[in-house]
């Protein structure tokens, strides 16, 4: 048996995962972002129909979501929120934080700036770079005038935050169902500052998020006026920021509470 005295006199702290995702919502909060927060088991209304996911999008396949089951008399194992009737949206756990999005612009009117951490699930197998639990931080800004300018502006002040003055991001075309255009995020190298090594696969750069502009459909299914209102959004993945900060090289060290790791921070 172990002997819990043995740490007598060694004080506690938080975990690098939590640190981080303190840090990182602290340097939204100091540009004017509101924290948000929503339920980790979610509708499936929230977590897909909203966000202009189609019924047949891969992302809703069973190896990916976690899906809850119905309850005896077949209507939704649902105790979140008022939707989900019967037949209508399954039970899941949320695959994404932009769940907190819709139910955010449902109750509250442009404009507005927030920032959603939380836990995120997916029904993966695990290795260094994939666990079925993990942390996600959320963006959204909407209000008249909003363009793909003001999304370059927040990210790339928000790496100079992060990672030094030195850190300098680029976008590369890519697809979302709830963003239009979507773009996938780069960071300059951290280990290398943009000149190559093998971190970077001498690319210079790392990816490290999706974002985009907030899809019309998306705005219109929560209650606000498309053609008055517009906004960006963005997520990233907590695990693999604290990774690439410290060198850590696998996400399951985040989780195994192993104090080795743990006493390093
Ligand atoms: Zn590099």
């Not at 640190?19 to 509101?34: N, P, T, W």
Request: with cysteine; hydrophobic share 35%.
């Amino acid at each position: 048996m172990t002997d819990s005295r043995n740490n007598k006199g060694a004080q506690g702290h938080l975990h690098p995962l939590t640190q981080i995702v303190r840090e990182i919502v602290d340097s939204f909060v100091a540009m004017g972002f509101e924290v948000a927060d929503g339920p980790e088991v979610e509708s499936e209304h929230y977590n897909f129909d909203v966000l202009n996911v189609p019924k047949d999008h891969p992302s809703r396949d069973m190896q990916d979501t976690f899906w809850l089951k119905p309850s005896e008399d077949g209507s939704p194992n649902h105790s979140t929120s008022g939707v989900g009737l019967k037949g209508v949206s399954q039970t899941v756990l949320r695959t994404h934080t932009s769940s907190v999005q819709a139910r955010y612009m449902e109750t509250q009117k442009p404009p507005f700036k927030i920032i959603v951490p939380g836990k995120v699930f997916r029904c993966e197998a695990t290795d260094a770079t994939h666990e079925a639990q993990f942390h996600q931080i959320e963006g959204l800004v909407v209000g008249e005038g909003i363009s793909l300018s003001h999304l370059q502006y927040t990210l790339n002040e928000f790496f100079k935050r992060l990672y030094g003055t030195q850190a300098t991001i680029r976008f590369r075309p890519s697809f979302f169902p709830f963003v239009e255009p979507g773009v996938e995020v780069d960071v300059s190298c951290v280990k290398c500052s943009g000149k190559g090594c093998g971190m970077c696969k001498q690319t210079g750069f790392i990816e490290v998020m999706g974002a985009g502009m907030v899809h019309p459909n998306v705005l219109t299914a929560s209650g606000i006026d498309p053609q008055k209102y517009r906004g960006f959004a963005f997520g990233m993945g907590v695990d693999r920021l604290v990774m690439l900060k410290y060198g850590i090289d696998d996400i399951r060290y985040l989780y195994s509470g192993d104090l080795r790791l743990v006493n390093q921070f």
